[in-house]
């Protein structure tokens, strides 16, 4: 009796309920699928992000205290407990002017990261108020043929960030109209390739700073008579010279090794050799040669902070280095936002590159 | 525009250009032919006293143990390699170098992975009819693309093609620039055998109807017979050279069925298999 009941259930459940059943596990099953992924792709980031935080957090605590405990002791031995007292007392109440100097907060550098922006569209505002004001002046100046007159308050952050930015670019455009051209002739010619290796070989590994150098006492000659901003020039030929190895050694490599096949498929239909270079041998170097450009966008933007520092061309090499200099209480912690900026730059580039190589890239599976 | 127009201008664009065949059956003829490879040890003999003449409208499958010289020897006639020693001819003119009177179908499909199937023919077709117009060059190279069996794929880039679809596109190029010489080189080497036996049957249909004197390199006992009317016999190398021809007599246009079907069929196959087992 019991048996049947079960059965009859059982039936009826299969009967009645398969589909639902079905599509119910089915349901759960694409459920738990991307659950997993949510797990994997955002909630687990997120988590090392956050013990990024707290490490950092506790870190610059420890060092906080540290330094904290040395200004105290430093004021003990040299003035007596009283000042030291008075140091204590004042590090505790919080005011600017004591404070340990050492690795910001997070929330330090969160709340540097604001004033920056506010300082941003504070200049941004007293910029289109210059302009504003000086329309009709300028107007007047530019019908009598003179100069107009510009906007020589400070840069703000974003527009030391857009200043890098074209620096960038226009040393990545030279190093691409330098560097293509050389490797598809060196890649052709087995002749040329062993007289030019021992340059590359040579100048490759040469640091960024004697670039500069080097760029500095071409530049600074060819630039006397003319009042172009030299420094820019300066800045963006070396991060050009600099990043341009990695696609010129590509290149070559990709034109140099052309699939044999391709080659005699060319051979057998007699193509001329412009044709042969054009219809053959670029575009299957293409993907080659983007992973060089690749790779030469990111040592530009590596290189560039470097060589603005140095150079003294505006940017954000200069302003870390002017912060560093300035050694007010919230420079190290403007430092620490460049840094974070300079870093999510860099990575969006990468990935602006990476989409074009695997746009360029005709084989799919080969795309990295 | 109809085939048969394709195949007239074609026509009279030959005689235009004042190419006339000489009188003699033969197409291609290889004498004395020989291949050194020099190594560090001395030199390495390939190929020595390599005869063979070849008829028009004759399709040869060559076969041999690999490594002894067939690819060499093909791609000797297809001017890629150069003849150490000897002469090869077309139609009594010495060859020099590779040229477009003497397509290739390669082992790998070797197309321009960048380009659409479309394109891939196009590039043979407009380096050898450059006078023809853009039209017409793009009918040509439709209609063999039609042939293989590749009407939906024009515009497919070569690498989204399976490796079958991609020899069927390498068949449609060598055709579409009307060599006088096609030379074959393993073709179906690389495919599974059932997309062999439907490129075996596509090629012998196509060349049916154009019949280019065809070289067909194989070690596949069964396509060379299918596909020939002699199949050459190498020895094994070094110093290879022709070690027996065998004259297959079936009829054309023939089928595969008909083949296996035929009673010699066993005959020849046992021949060719002693061949290679000795």
């Not at chain 1, 589909?19 to 738990?32: A, N, P, Y």
């Amino acid at each position: 009796m019991k048996q049947s009941i079960t059965l009859g259930k059982v039936t009826e459940y299969v009967e009645s309920g398969a589909f639902t059943s079905s599509v119910k596990s089915l349901g759960k099953k694409t459920l738990k699928f991307n659950s997993k992924k949510f797990l994997r792709n955002i909630i687990i980031p997120l988590f090392s992000i956050l013990i990024f935080i707290g490490v950092w957090h506790l870190g610059s605590r420890a060092l906080f205290n540290m330094e904290a405990d040395y200004k105290i002791e430093k004021a003990l031995n040299e003035r007596g407990p009283e000042a030291a007292a008075e140091v204590e007392s004042c590090i505790i109440s919080g005011n600017i002017a004591c404070q340990p100097n050492t690795l910001p907060s997070p929330v330090q550098v969160w709340e540097s990261f604001q004033s920056l922006i506010a300082d941003h569209k504070a200049i941004r505002a007293d910029k289109r108020a210059f302009v504003e004001k000086t329309a009709i002046l300028n107007e007047k100046r530019l019908a009598e043929g003179k100069e107009p007159i510009t906007y020589t308050g400070r840069p703000s952050f974003v527009d030391q960030i857009l200043t890098s930015l074209e620096t960038v670019f226009a040393g990545f455009l030279l190093a691409l109209f330098i560097a293509i051209p050389i490797g598809v002739i060196i890649g052709l010619s087995p002749t040329l390739r062993s007289s030019f290796n021992w340059l590359i070989q040579i100048f490759k590994p040469v640091s960024p700073v004697v670039w500069l150098l080097l760029v500095f006492m071409i530049v600074k000659t060819m630039t006397k008579d003319s009042n172009s901003d030299s420094a820019f020039i300066i800045s963006f030929i070396s991060v050009g010279l600099c990043s341009m190895w990695a696609t010129l050694v590509n290149t070559a490599m990709g034109v140099s090794s052309v699939d044999k096949d391709y080659i005699n498929v060319a051979r057998v239909l007699k193509l001329g050799s412009l044709q042969k270079v054009f219809k053959v041998i670029l575009p299957s170097s293409l993907p080659l040669i983007f992973t060089g450009l690749r790779i030469t966008l990111s040592v530009a933007w590596m290189v560039l902070i470097a060589i603005e520092l140095l150079a003294q061309s505006p940017g954000l090499g200069s302003f870390v280095w002017e912060e560093f200099q300035n050694g007010a209480t919230d420079s190290n912690s403007k430092i620490i936002v460049a840094m974070f900026v300079i870093g999510i730059i860099g990575f969006l580039l990468d990935r602006i590159m990476l989409t074009i190589q695997n746009m360029v890239s005709f084989n799919k599976n080969e795309g990295v | 525009m109809s085939t048969a127009t394709i195949k007239d201008n074609k026509k009279a664009e030959i005689t235009e250009n004042g190419i006339f065949y000489p009188s003699s059956k033969i197409m291609l003829d290889l004498d004395d032919l020989k291949k050194v490879y020099p190594t560090p040890k001395g030199d390495y003999v390939v190929l020595e006293h390599l005869n063979l003449q070849i008829m028009r409208e004759e399709f040869v499958t060559i076969i041999g143990h690999s490594g002894c010289g067939k690819t060499t020897m093909l791609s000797m006639i297809a001017g890629l390699n150069p003849i150490s020693g000897g002469r090869i001819a077309v139609l009594g003119n010495p060859i020099k170098g590779p040229g477009p009177d003497r397509g290739v179908i390669f082992q790998s499909p070797s197309l321009m992975p960048w380009m659409t199937a479309l394109q891939n023919v196009l590039l043979g077709v407009n380096q050898v009819f450059p006078h023809a117009s853009k039209k017409e060059r793009h009918e040509i190279a439709k209609y063999y693309l039609q042939k293989v069996g590749l009407d939906g794929a024009f515009d497919k880039k070569a690498s989204e093609l399976s490796q079958g679809m991609q020899q069927r596109v390498g068949i449609a190029r060598a055709f579409a620039i009307k060599p006088k010489v096609l030379l074959l080189d393993e073709p179906f080497g690389m495919l599974d055998s059932l997309t062999r036996g439907e490129l075996q049957d596509i090629l012998i249909e196509i060349w049916n109807k154009e019949k280019i004197t065809a070289v067909m390199v194989t070690h596949d006992v069964d396509e060379a017979i299918f596909l020939a009317d002699r199949v050459v016999m190498m020895t094994s190398g070094p110093r290879a050279k022709i070690g027996d021809i065998l004259k297959i007599d079936f009829q054309r246009p023939r089928t595969r069925k008909t083949v296996l079907e035929h009673e010699d069929y066993y005959t020849y196959r046992k021949h060719l298999i002693d061949f290679l087992e000795h």
